[in-house]
């Protein structure tokens, strides 16, 4: 008894439950949709029978609802279909979202599938919803029928119960026009949504697309990613570094404790300027602001990261060869920011995990390769390792190492971070482009 009695509940939450009620909302709408384009046709009908009402002959009626889906069909193929009733699908047919497609239709074969569902939606939809506008009423009479004489005796075309066939028959013939509406509403309702996802579902373009706008995505997560890391991290450790040594000569050298707390001060204000553009980035609307700070780069910022480096008491030298243009403003700029990142990261790794002077070479060089010859930038930064666990820490690279492989890797070039002749070698080959000709 349990289990038909919950049988019976399943039963009727399909033909007039909730889910049942939106689909029927859903088919109202297609048959609202359909309107237009039927009353556009039934005229058409009407002028070619002789100039007659279509509305008032059911055969014309039905001839211009036929005529109608031509036409549906012919504007089922614009852009703007599929994510109209993807949005009324999800909200209303209990179709899963994930199951969907996303944004306009992109081929030709997913703008025929799309105009398959609209006219399917529009068709069916019209006729459930003429369905919903004549049962109901006529239900209604034929259940007062039997308690309402005037209904008998009026001229609805309903006389023949007042003959031989019993009148009180009238009730149960009203009630399954009723049951027969919910249940064609119903089965219209269920299948279209399990067409749904055949019909407005992803295709193969539409999954590359959206696995290229994720790894777009992922690709900008990951760049944010690494100028936190390089902005951040560098601060942190030039800022900790700066504030221990003038810790311990803060009695026997009051100039380099100034120095030092200079330093720190110019560390923060910098990497706050840089936070702030990073988390710029993350908001809409605020990649291209007027007012972020701009992205640090060798001829602008290079001479201030090395002070800063050397405020921490560090001794860092640089050999600087901007090749014959003489000055690295003349590098191209994805190439000049890309380069400050790694030298800074290379400065931040010497400062956490090295025992010792930091030498920097970076060089404008000219390789020859396939006939030709091109310009590339080197980047060449050596110092003592430390010892121990520092030094087992480092050698198996961190987040940092992995950035700026990263970084070179986006311009054509590469990074080999390791041991060297008894020295930690940070060295990177960034292209610059451009033949030498």
């Known amino acids: ?42 005229v058409v009908v009407g002028i070619l029978a002789g100039g007659v009402n279509a509305l008032a002959s059911f055969p014309l009626s039905l001839a211009a609802y036929a005529s109608a889906l031509p036409l549906v069909a012919a504007t089922g193929v614009f852009g703007l279909v599929r994510p109209m009733s993807v949005t009324a699908v999800r909200a209303m047919c209990g179709v899963p979202g994930e199951r969907l497609a996303e944004g306009t239709a992109r081929s030709w074969a997913a703008r025929g599938r799309a105009t398959a569902w609209w006219t399917l939606h529009l068709g069916v939809g019209g006729l459930i919803s003429g369905m919903s506008l004549a049962v109901p009423p006529m239900a209604v009479v034929l259940i007062c029928l039997p308690f309402v004489a005037t209904l008998r005796e009026s001229p609805l075309g309903i006389g023949w119960f007042t003959t031989d066939a019993d009148v009180y028959l009238a009730p149960l013939l009203g009630v399954g026009l009723l049951a027969g509406l919910s249940l064609c509403s119903a089965v219209a309702g269920s299948l279209l949504g399990r067409l749904a996802p055949v019909l407005l579902g992803p295709t193969a373009a539409d999954r590359l697309a959206a696995a290229e706008e994720r790894a777009a995505d992922l690709a900008v997560r990951n760049r944010l990613a690494r100028e936190l890391h390089d902005a951040v991290g560098h601060a942190l450790s030039a800022v900790s570094l700066q504030a221990a040594a003038a810790r311990r000569v803060l009695d026997r050298d009051p100039e380099f404790v100034r120095e030092a707390l200079g330093a720190i001060e110019d560390t923060a204000r910098r990497t706050v300027g840089e936070l702030d553009t990073v988390l710029g980035l993350l908001r809409d609307g605020d990649a291209a602001r007027s007012d972020a700070a701009p992205a640090p780069t060798l001829a602008a910022d290079l001479d201030g990261l090395l002070a800063r480096t050397r405020a921490s008491g560090t001794p860092v030298t640089a050999e600087q060869d901007p090749g014959p243009a003489g000055d690295w403003g003349q590098l191209p700029a994805i190439a000049s920011r890309e380069a400050y990142r790694i030298v800074q990261e290379g400065l931040s790794n010497a400062l956490r995990h090295g025992a010792g002077p930091v030498a920097l070479r970076l060089a404008v060089q000219e390789r020859t390769g396939k006939g030709s010859r091109h310009r590339e930038l080197e980047i060449v930064m050596t110092n003592p390792p430390g010892t121990g666990r520092e030094r087992e820490t480092r050698t198996t690279g961190g987040r940092g190492l992995h950035g700026a492989a990263e970084r070179a890797g986006l311009l054509g070039g590469h990074v080999e971070a390791g041991p060297h002749r008894g020295l930690w070698r940070l060295r990177a080959v960034l292209p610059l482009g451009g033949e030498v000709r």
Request: charged residues 15%; aromatic residues 10%.
């Open 1 to 42: 008894m349990k289990a038909a009695g919950r049988g019976v509940r399943r039963g009727l939450g399909w033909l007039v439950g909730a889910q049942a009620r939106l689909r029927w909302v859903h088919l109202i709408l297609g048959g609202a949709l359909l309107m237009p384009y039927f009353l556009l046709t039934q």
